[in-house]
Every structure is written in C-alpha cells, then in structure tokens.
C-alpha cells in the first residue's frame, strides 16, 4: 500500500467514517464521556488503544480464517477478540504501570462492551486491508473518536445550550447539535486519495 492510499483510509476514518458521529459506532461509552473533557479525553485514547490493538489482532485472525476456510467464524472471532484485548491491556497496565491503570481502568471497562473496536475489525475484513491500512484505520478511527468526543463534551461545557426554548432543552437540543456535527462530517464523504 502506497502512503497516499493510507493518507486516504486515515482521512476517510478521521472526517467521513468517524465512529462517533458518522457510523453510530462507539456510541456505548461512558456518558460522562459526553459531558467531561478530560473524561472524553481519557476514553478516546484509551478506545484508541483498544481499537489499534483490536485492529492487529482481527487482521491476523481474519488471515487465518480465510487461509483455512473457516470465514464464518469471523464475526464470532472478532466479538471474542475485543473483550479479550481489553482484559489483557488492563492486566497489563495493573501490572505493569499501576498509575495509569488508575487513570485509565474505568474507562477500559467501559470500553469491553464497545462496538467501535469490533466495526472497525469487521470494516478492515469488508474491505481487505493490508497489515499497513488496518493498522492506520484502526488508530485513525480512535483518533477521530477521540475529537468527536472531545468536541462532544467542551460543546457541553462551554455553551449554554438550556437557553434555547423549553421543549428543545436537554437531550433533544444535544440529538439536534450531534446531527449537526455529523451532517457537516458527511460532506467529506466523497473525499478520496488516489
């Protein structure tokens, strides 16, 4: 793969297939997430962390299973993987680095349930990536997560948004500020590097 292809896939993960506000993927985090910057910080790079990882380890078993014929294992295989790599990156991190397992923990398990991380794995095996282009969409598309979350939650914290009419306010003017954000994304849909 070419570096303007993975210029391609990482802009496509970035703006036009975000996870958050695009794909509805990803959605099942914390939602303090949503209201917290430094929450929404801490579950974007540790849903990046799980995506990357689950990104390498889908690809290889999605090698595998085609190289023995056993395809229809795949999404069994990559709903199994996800919950697997989060356990094992939080054994590693409470063994290993207690404090940023501290810091990080609670969003880790958050994250087990997430439907990010198995997208991305089932997006990657759709498409046939190379080792190169599964590693750059799945860390590419935690990076886009993590803006929109991010986005998400100083939009929360800096505007007033209980100052619109009554029947708007609370969930339905936040529903109405995510499409929004999700519509403009959709314009760089057509947005391809070749």
């Not at 229809?72 to 404090?99: D, H, K, M, S």
């Not at 810091?103 to 087990?112: G, Q």
């Amino acid at each position: 793969m070419t570096a303007l292809q993975l210029a391609g896939i990482a802009l496509a993960a970035l703006l036009s297939e975000n996870f958050i506000l695009v794909n509805c993927l990803g959605i099942g985090v914390r939602t303090k997430a949503f209201r917290d910057p430094l929450d929404a910080w801490r579950t974007g790079y540790s849903l990046t962390a799980v995506m990357t990882i689950t990104s390498l380890l889908c690809w290889g078993l999605n090698q595998l299973l085609q190289h023995f014929a056993l395809a229809y294992f795949q999404t069994l295989t990559f709903a199994l993987a996800g919950p697997v790599v989060v356990a094992a990156l939080r054994w590693f991190l409470r063994n290993c680095i207690p404090e940023l397992s501290r810091r990080m923990d609670p969003n880790l398990a958050s994250i087990t349930a997430n439907c990010a991380a198995m997208g991305a794995a089932l997006l990657i095996a759709q498409r046939g990536y190379s080792f190169g282009g599964a590693v750059c969409f799945g860390f590419f598309g935690g990076v886009g997560a993590t803006l929109a979350l991010m986005c998400l939650a100083g939009l929360q914290r800096e505007v007033s948004l209980t100052s619109c009419p009554k029947s708007f306010q609370g969930i339905p003017i936040e529903l109405l500020t995510i499409g929004l954000m999700a519509l403009s994304l959709v314009g760089f849909y057509g947005l391809h590097l070749s």
